[in-house]
Structures are given as structure tokens and as C-alpha cells.
């Protein structure tokens, strides 16, 4: 029997979901509110398919999908639910209500969502069980990760093999935590950079280049715990944090935490726009994208290089 | 007439800086006080011309190199003198002394330092105008930055000449900081790295998968703040900090800062063990530098198709 996804909300986030079910042979279903936006997602679909296709080798077709006028139709029979709605807990309940009056019994329910946690989301559902929070990272097609978080082992496991199916890299949170761990990773960096420009030690231009060819470029290679084990020499991150603990305690202590002041917003948004040099969003999420592309295979290249 | 790099103090980092200049045609003496240290390098710098030659196709040849018997020889003729002594301020400032006596007076003095500023090192130099601090990131070789801060524009502008000569992407600070700008954001992003594991949200190998998978990769091709320009929509980060700065703010404060206790220190070296895997360092090291190697050409290609 074929997997059936059932895409609830068909924007960016949406249109990403909908695009890996079909290139894995999935059925797809797709229900948005908005009229505008189911009609515009088989054309909409055809680039993150043709990205997957790129990356991946997997075929275009929109065969596959129905593009469904009720949220019902498309919740009906599905394996996998992935709600992609705005983060509103209210719209969000009132959408699950709705998709447990259609759902499959052992259908999972999961949420695209970044900002909300599983228990803020879960307290009305009838089954919370078979809810999840299952948030994707921008491009979702383009990034593997997805982060996991939920009640029951079962629903969990089952959910995983799905995200791999769709060759998604599956983390599972421990605890929940708003921003997850993406987020607040992303968070914590974006913090220190903003810092670094309202201490004056470096425009927004400058350190983002500092970035993609410094730490950036190791960060997609090396994660930051073991960035430190191989920054402590032969004695790894046991060594570091015997010998370096301490100063880096220290530098903690030293980083900013800025206020976000009108000032220093126009000057992040001055140096956004020396950064883009007139090239639109789209182009630069193009050149992003392109990039993105080539950095996975080559790093799928690098690591069948040495099994 | 041939560019003549010195380098001092022939560790992992003096190592690298020879192999670059060697690689691009200078001429390239080293000096280092330990006699085992000067007597390993024409065997050690094998590696890094290697990896120089596969990423670049730049030649592998030693002819070049000169490792000398005393700092005077290493100095002498030098255009660019590139100290890479431990982190020890007298001992860097002997060092500066020893090399003024013997330097051209249009030689430029750089110290490759990680955690010293400029003004707590150039206090006794007697033309503090052409020493520089310029901080390569490791391994130095295969990643493109060197954060450089100096208070002499002649002297600043020759030295980003010569580094990227080298093939380095030079970014210069306007202030000068602990850390730069590159660990001060690594060290922002470990802070919160450790606190997810102190909180118990996530283990340390999974904190680097969801990095490695998420946004580490996107950080190669998009810097901190390019990402929230991107991730803003349509209206880019003025519509970004308009509407989501303040949640941003928000998330700031929800960010740890974990005392580095004995039990905690304990959960990282396990954690950091078990995604090694019985890797050794080393082994760690060849993978890293493989998939570097790997990820900027696959960088260089896919800039190169846009243009």
C-alpha cells in the first residue's frame, strides 16, 4: 500500500513537504484555506521537485498529487498529517479538531511548527499520543534536518522511518525546548553577531563572510561539540575542558547581550543591503539553493569517498 | 622578486601557513626553538601541500623551503613575518623584539593569535605600525579566513594583498576583541550547544547532527544575519525585526549560560565518545578535512555556474 501524506497548509513549508512525498513515490494530498494557494501549488511544486531531482536523482512528477478542496478529503486515509499552519495556537487546535474527526486511527499528526512546544499544542487534541511536533529547517527540501518531539515511542519510531523515507535526517528531543535546538543554536549565533555590530568590531557584511569562510564552512562537517574536541589537540574535548574550561567560562561572560534599539536595527538593515548589492530575495535564495545543492553532493561524494 | 614568507614557531599552524606560501610560489623560511620541531616539518608540510594541491591544483614542492637555525635567518629578507608562538604574551613580545632587530623595515609583523588582542601584544614593539594581528582558523590551510586587525592603513592594505595572494579571505576588524569575530560567535554558539545538554534537551551527538544536518550546512553559503534577511520574507530583516525582533529578544533571554561543573563536564566527554565512535583524532581529522576539501570545491563550482 502506498504511503499517503497529507499536506495542511501549502505555503514554503508546505509546498516542501508535498514536493519530497512526491519524489518518493508517496501520494500526496494538499488542503490550504486560502483558494490562491491551492491553485497556485502544482506549478509552485515543479522547483523544489526539480531541486530534489538535482540533488538526488529523484523523478518529477506531480502525478501523485491531489490538491484537495476540504481539509477532510485530504486528512482521509493519509499515513502522515503535516500541519504547516501560521503560528497561532488557536488556528492550529481548531485544525486538529478537524483532523481528528477525518483522520485514520494510527494516522500521525505532526507540526511544522518553530516557535511552539508539543505541550502547548497537544491540550486539546483527543489522542496526543499520535501528535508530534516535527519541525523542518528552511529550505525544508533542501535541509535534511527535522526535530523531533512527542509522547509516545511508538508514534516516534513509526514517524522517523517515515522522515527518512523521505530522506530527511530525524533528531528526537529529550525534552521539549521552545526553538528546539536549530533555533536556539541559530539564535545564540545570530545573538553575537548582532553584538559584534552594535560594539562596532565588525559590519554585517564582514561578518558574515567571516562566517561562511571561517566557522561556517566547518560547521556543515563538524558540529559544535566536536569542533572542541578537535580544538583540544591529542587529548580531545578532555583536554579542553581541563586546560580550557575556565577561559572559555570567561569569554562567556564577555559576550553581548544587545538591545535591539531603532539605531541599530537600520544599521543591521543597511549592511543587509551592502550584503545583497541589489540582488533581490529570490536571487539570493537562488544562489542559497544552488549552493546548497552542490555542498550536498559533494558531501555525499566526501563521505562515500571513505565508506 | 619572490615574496619571502617567515614563519615562527612551526606547529599545526606554522605548518599550514608554510605549506600556503610554498604552494603558491614564495619563498618560505621557518624557525621554531624546538630542534624536533624544525626536523619534522619538511615530512609534516607533505599534508597540507597535498590537500592544497587536490583542492587548488596548486604544486607540491619543498624546494622552496628553508627551515633555518635561528630566528635572525628565518627573518631576515622576509616580506611577511607570521608568528605562531603559544598563546604567552612575554614570550610573543621576546619574540617581537628579536624580530625587529633583524626585520626589513618593510616587513610586516603578523601574529597569528587566537585569544590576545593587538594592544595587549604590540606595548613594546618600537614600530607597532607594521605588526598586525591576523588569525588564521583551523586547519588554516582549508579555511579560507584570516580576521586581521592592525592601526596602520599602509600595513593593513599590503598584508590583505599577501593573504590573498595566498588564497585567504581576509576580513578586518574595525575595533579589536577577544576572540575576533570568529570565536566569539563559536563560543556563542557552544555556550548555548552546552546548555541544551546541561537542560537535558538533547545529547551531545545529536546536537551536532542537528547542526551538520540544519543549519550548519546553510551556514557555509549564508551568514548569521544574511539567514534572517532570508528568512524574513518578502520583506526581508526590516520586516523581520519589525515583527519578530521583540520574540527574538525574547529568545535571547531564554538562552543558557551552564557552569561547566565536574558532572556536566563528564556528560560532554561521554557524549563527544560516543558520536567518535572509536574514531581517533586523527581519524576525526581525515574525515573533516576530506568532506572541507570536498564541500569548497563543490562551493567554487557552483559559484563559478552562476556567475
Same mark, same amino acid.
Given at each position: 500500500?502506498?504511503?499517503?501524506? $497529507?499536506v495542511?497548509?501549502?505555503?514554503?513549508?508546505?509546498e516542501?513537504w508535498?514536493?519530497?512525498?512526491? $519524489?518518493?513515490?508517496?501520494?500526496?494530498?494538499?488542503?490550504?484555506p $486560502?483558494?490562491?494557494s491551492?491553485a497556485?501549488?502544482?506549478?509552485?511544486?515543479i522547483?523544489?521537485?526539480?531541486?530534489?531531482?538535482?540533488?538526488?536523482g529523484?523523478?518529477?512528477?506531480?502525478?501523485?498529487?491531489?490538491?484537495?478542496q476540504t481539509l477532510?478529503?485530504a #486528512?482521509?486515509?493519509?499515513?502522515?498529517?503535516?500541519e504547516?499552519?501560521?503560528?497561532? #495556537?488557536p488556528l492550529k487546535?481548531a485544525?486538529?479538531?478537524?483532523?481528528e474527526?477525518?483522520a &485514520?486511527a494510527?494516522a500521525?499528526?505532526a507540526s511544522s511548527?518553530?516557535?511552539?512546544?508539543?505541550?502547548?499544542?497537544?491540550g486539546?487534541?483527543?489522542?496526543p499520543?499520535?501528535?508530534?511536533?516535527a519541525h523542518?529547517f528552511?529550505p525544508?527540501?533542501l535541509?535534511?534536518? #527535522?526535530?523531533?518531539?512527542g509522547v509516545d515511542?511508538?508514534?516516534l519510531?513509526r514517524?522517523?522511518?517515515?522522515?527518512r523515507?523521505?530522506g530527511?535526517?530525524?533528531?528526537?528531543?529529550?525534552?521539549?525546548a521552545v526553538?528546539?535546538? $536549530?533555533n536556539?543554536?541559530?539564535?545564540?549565533?545570530?545573538?553575537?553577531? #548582532?553584538?559584534?555590530?552594535?560594539?562596532?568590531i565588525?559590519?554585517?557584511?564582514d561578518? &558574515?563572510?567571516?562566517m561562511? &569562510?571561517?566557522?561556517?564552512?566547518r560547521w556543515s562537517v563538524?558540529g559544535?561539540h566536536?569542533?572542541y574536541?578537535?580544538?583540544?589537540g591529542?587529548?580531545?574535548?578532555?583536554?579542553y575542558?581541563?586546560?580550557?574550561g575556565p577561559?572559555?567560562?570567561k569569554?562567556?561572560?564577555?559576550?553581548?547581550?544587545?538591545?535591539?534599539?531603532?539605531?541599530?536595527?537600520?544599521r543591521?538593515?543597511?549592511g543587509?543591503e551592502?550584503?545583497?548589492?541589489?540582488?533581490?530575495?529570490p536571487?539570493?535564495?537562488?544562489?542559497?539553493?544552488?549552493?546548497?545543492?552542490?555542498l550536498?553532493?559533494?558531501?555525499?561524494?566526501g563521505?562515500? &569517498?571513505?565508506?
Amino acid at each position: 500500500m502506498t504511503t499517503r501524506l $497529507a499536506v495542511i497548509g501549502c505555503g514554503l513549508i508546505g509546498e516542501s513537504w508535498a514536493a519530497l512525498g512526491l $519524489a518518493r513515490g508517496w501520494d500526496v494530498s494538499a488542503w490550504d484555506p $486560502a483558494e490562491k494557494s491551492r491553485a497556485s501549488l502544482p506549478e509552485r511544486i515543479i522547483r523544489p521537485l526539480t531541486h530534489l531531482n538535482e540533488l538526488h536523482g529523484w523523478p518529477i512528477s506531480t502525478a501523485k498529487l491531489r490538491v484537495t478542496q476540504t481539509l477532510e478529503e485530504a #486528512v482521509e486515509g493519509a499515513t502522515l498529517i503535516q500541519e504547516n499552519a501560521p503560528e497561532q #495556537v488557536p488556528l492550529k487546535q481548531a485544525l486538529y479538531a478537524d483532523i481528528e474527526a477525518t483522520a &485514520d486511527a494510527r494516522a500521525i499528526i505532526a507540526s511544522s511548527t518553530s516557535a511552539l512546544t508539543w505541550s502547548s499544542l497537544s491540550g486539546t487534541l483527543k489522542v496526543p499520543e499520535r501528535f508530534i511536533t516535527a519541525h523542518p529547517f528552511n529550505p525544508p527540501h533542501l535541509i535534511p534536518l #527535522v526535530e523531533i518531539y512527542g509522547v509516545d515511542e511508538g508514534t516516534l519510531t513509526r514517524a522517523e522511518a517515515l522522515y527518512r523515507e523521505l530522506g530527511r535526517s530525524p533528531v528526537r528531543l529529550k525534552k521539549e525546548a521552545v526553538g528546539h535546538i $536549530a533555533n536556539r543554536l541559530a539564535s545564540a549565533l545570530w545573538r553575537e553577531a #548582532v553584538n559584534i555590530v552594535a560594539e562596532g568590531i565588525a559590519d554585517v557584511a564582514d561578518i &558574515d563572510t567571516a562566517m561562511r &569562510d571561517g566557522p561556517g564552512l566547518r560547521w556543515s562537517v563538524t558540529g559544535a561539540h566536536m569542533a572542541y574536541h578537535l580544538g583540544g589537540g591529542p587529548g580531545g574535548i578532555r583536554h579542553y575542558l581541563a586546560h580550557l574550561g575556565p577561559s572559555q567560562v570567561k569569554r562567556w561572560q564577555s559576550l553581548g547581550t544587545p538591545e535591539l534599539t531603532p539605531e541599530l536595527c537600520e544599521r543591521l538593515i543597511d549592511g543587509i543591503e551592502r550584503q545583497a548589492a541589489g540582488r533581490t530575495i529570490p536571487e539570493l535564495e537562488n544562489e542559497r539553493d544552488r549552493l546548497l545543492i552542490q555542498l550536498q553532493k559533494a558531501r555525499q561524494s566526501g563521505r562515500n &569517498d571513505h565508506g
